[in-house]
């Protein structure tokens, strides 16, 4: 496709379950991100993917939390043990090798845990 | 910490007047800004970037302004347009291969 996509575009879980949201970023994007946007909040970083360097990680709130990215193409965000608080949107992006290019979003996973 | 910040969480404006949208930035290695528009139930779209080395850059009814010295940008809409009313999200990274920071976001409504 042209986009980015990500499925499932909504996930209804009971607290404790383990949930995969999946993200394909654009062909060719090198540059692939993660982010949560809890209700009535704004974006919060969670995981950066570049090339082959190793991904920065400094925005996963808790161990429950994991990314992973096969070579330039899909990505997949693995929230264990979900929580109430783990509610929000997921929403993947990607972009072109430099970083400083505009970010393609996807348009989002909708997480709700029960 | 915050290193983006929107203060203002909403906005209200008359159609066909002018919208400020206002962000502040705390890190001083922040060299390059976007900002981006998003409607409900939607990603973000980009709408305008403006690089450290200018103070202006204009996009047909979006001007976006920089002021270093402050760490201070807005994002200026005229005029406005019902179709304008969406979340803006400031956002900064500091170099190639770094990760984006983004702010909060405004909630920009346009009253017909």
């Known amino acids: 496709g042209a986009g980015v996509s990500q499925s499932p575009s909504n996930k209804v879980t009971e607290k404790g379950k383990d949930v995969e949201l999946r993200c394909d970023p654009i062909?060719?994007?090198?540059?692939l991100y993660w982010y949560r946007q809890r209700l009535g909040q704004g974006l919060e970083f969670l995981i950066y993917?570049?090339?082959?360097?190793?991904?920065?990680k400094s925005g996963l709130p808790s161990d429950r939390f994991s990314a992973e990215r096969t070579g330039e193409s899909v990505s997949t965000l693995t929230i264990q043990r979900t929580q109430q608080e783990d509610s929000a949107v997921y929403l993947c992006?990607?972009?072109?090798?430099?970083?400083?290019?505009?970010?393609?979003f996807g348009p989002g996973t909708r997480l709700l845990v029960l | 910490d915050q290193q983006v910040k929107q203060n203002s969480p909403s906005l209200s404006v008359q159609e066909g007047r002018i919208s400020i949208l206002n962000c502040d930035y705390t890190?001083?290695?922040?060299?390059?800004f976007l900002w981006y528009k998003k409607y409900p139930a939607e990603g973000p779209t980009f709408l305008i970037s403006?690089?450290?080395?200018?103070d202006k850059n204009e996009d047909g009814r979006f001007t976006v302004f920089l002021n270093k010295s402050a760490k201070h940008l807005s994002l200026h809409i005229v005029p406005s347009q019902p179709g304008d009313s969406a979340v803006y999200f400031c956002?900064?990274?500091?170099?190639?291969?770094?990760?984006?920071?983004f702010g909060p976001g405004t909630s920009l409504s346009v009253i017909p």
């Open positions: 992006a990607s972009s072109p090798k430099a970083t400083q290019e505009t970010q393609y």
């Open positions: 062909s060719g994007h090198t540059a």
């Open positions: 993917f570049q090339g082959n360097s190793a991904p920065d």
């Open positions: 890190n001083s290695m922040f060299d390059y």
């Open positions: 403006i690089s450290s080395i200018k």
């Open positions: 956002a900064a990274s500091k170099t190639s291969y770094d990760k984006v920071i």
